[in-house]
């Protein structure tokens, strides 16, 4: 029997790609929301002795985190004979440690959750800053897989000479490895964060890349001052409008109008979240981790 791919009714597009790519079946996880805010999930399809992948990526993941548990564990009380999690996005990865005193450091009890509740998991480029792998945060076997090697592709294919910008220290691991691939220089920027839309970045003299097409990459794009304000840096030296480049469309609030207010050029996503800037597919190593993973099942 083909595994089953269960997705939260209108929260997947990805989904369809996926299923037909890998030869998986498609089934619906049927979400309803009650008046006082509780949610009942239902799952229609047969899952008795079934290999199960629940899709879910995890933007505004406090809406959907009880009921990606209930689906999980319904799934079992059901007879799937194993349920993974797909998580495109993963959430929560940024507060890994206790930044004032008293404060939950939220990645960790998320990942006692996800962990308990699933066999395995495959998700993309999730935020590792203080954490050095997954493993060290998820107690449960893990596969993560890179959009870098597709951004660099993508960068070669639709960029003349470009130059990387990293807008913080958390972004070198992806833009020193696009760069790398692409074979273009990078410069990587400080930023300081005053509050959750209040970002100060520091750009160095970078007058000499004036005649190259700076991109900015950055793994998460949530209320987009962060690119904002290092897009305001490059411009004031005189440098062209730059392209956006990120793994995660969060989009916060009003991130488009703030980027477009501050003079980027254009913003491009992956499809972890569905979003109008995706523009990098990354269904095929998808695909092939939930491979990798339901061989070892
Ligand atoms: C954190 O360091 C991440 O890599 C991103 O830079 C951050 O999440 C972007 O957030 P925002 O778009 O809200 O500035």
Known sequence: MSPLLLCFEGRAPFAASLARLAGFEEAPVALHRFPDGESLVRLDARLAGR?????????????ILFPLLAAAYTARELGARS?????????????????????AVSSRPFAQLISTHFDWLVTVDPHLH?????????????TVVSAVPLMADWLRRNV?????????????????????????????????????????IAVPDIE??????PVLVDDILSTGQTLAQTVRGLRAQGLAAPLCLAVHAVFAGDAERRLADAGAARLVTANTIAHATNAIDLTAPVAHALRTHLRRT
């Open 51 to 63: 290999d199960c992948i629940v899709f879910c990526t995890l933007r505004a993941p406090d809406e």
């Open 83 to 103: 349920v993974g999690l797909l998580a495109p996005y993963l959430a929560y990865m940024r507060q890994d440690r206790r930044f004032n005193a008293g404060e």
């Open 208 to 213: 000499r890349w004036r005649d190259r097409t």
């Open 130 to 142: 203080r954490y050095p792998r997954l493993d060290a945060l998820y107690r449960l076997p893990s």
């Open 160 to 200: 003349d000479r470009p130059v990387l910008v990293g807008p913080d220290e958390e972004s070198l691991q992806w833009v020193g490895a696009v760069a790398e691939l692409a074979g273009a220089p990078f410069v990587v920027l400080e930023k300081r964060r005053h509050g959750d839309a209040d970002v100060e």
